[in-house]
């Protein structure tokens, strides 16, 4: 069984290819483990969705670097990747030509990951029928919050939390 955030993050990755909420809800789930004991394979695949959220928005630095980041991760960690239901051969082949396609400033596609286990598969296909999103379909590049959301999301919640974590901590002080 995989986890209920991994899920969430191929369902995000495919469906509404919200690469931003890909990369929130597994850092979520890979912060649940104590630092020392956090597993690296997460972060190869945070960066996947990160590096492609950057190209969609022609951050090309910035695409190049997460690409490049997460193919070194995920060729060292191979067996944890097909643990996950994914062909590590050609995740890695699929991580090289983004790679080259962002040297070379093409403009950002759409691309999924190679989901070998076919109950997976099928377990995000039903996720994603039941949240009226469509599996595989292309971006939607004229959607303005998808493309940067970084910068258009309402943050209130966190600054919330901030403030409040921050006043937890001066009466601890005292």
């Not at 931003?20 to 997460?42: S, T």
């Not at 695949?45 to 190209?55: K, M, P, R, S, T």
């Not at 493309?147 to 002080?173: F, P």
């Amino acid at each position: 069984m995989y986890p209920k955030s991994y899920i969430e993050y191929l369902v995000h990755f495919h469906g509404d290819r919200d690469y931003f909420e890909c990369h929130e809800v597994l850092e979520e789930y890979w912060k649940k483990d104590p630092p020392g004991q956090r597993k690296i394979y997460w972060v190869g695949l945070i960066q996947i969705a990160v590096g492609l959220y950057h190209h969609r928005r022609g951050n090309w630095k910035g695409a190049h670097r997460m690409i490049s980041n997460a193919l070194a991760i995920l060729e060292q960690e191979k067996d944890a990747i097909l643990s996950l239901g994914l062909n590590p051969e050609k995740t890695a082949e699929l991580l090289r030509k983004k790679s080259k396609d962002i040297e070379n400033k093409r403009p950002y596609e759409s691309v999924n990951l190679p989901i070998e286990d076919s109950d997976l598969l099928r377990t995000c296909i039903e996720y994603c029928t039941k949240h009226q999103l469509q599996w595989g379909n292309p971006s939607d590049l004229s959607d303005e919050f998808l493309i940067h959301k970084h910068t258009m999301r309402d943050r209130s919640d966190v600054i919330a939390e901030r403030k409040s974590s921050l006043i937890r901590n001066q009466k601890k002080n005292r």
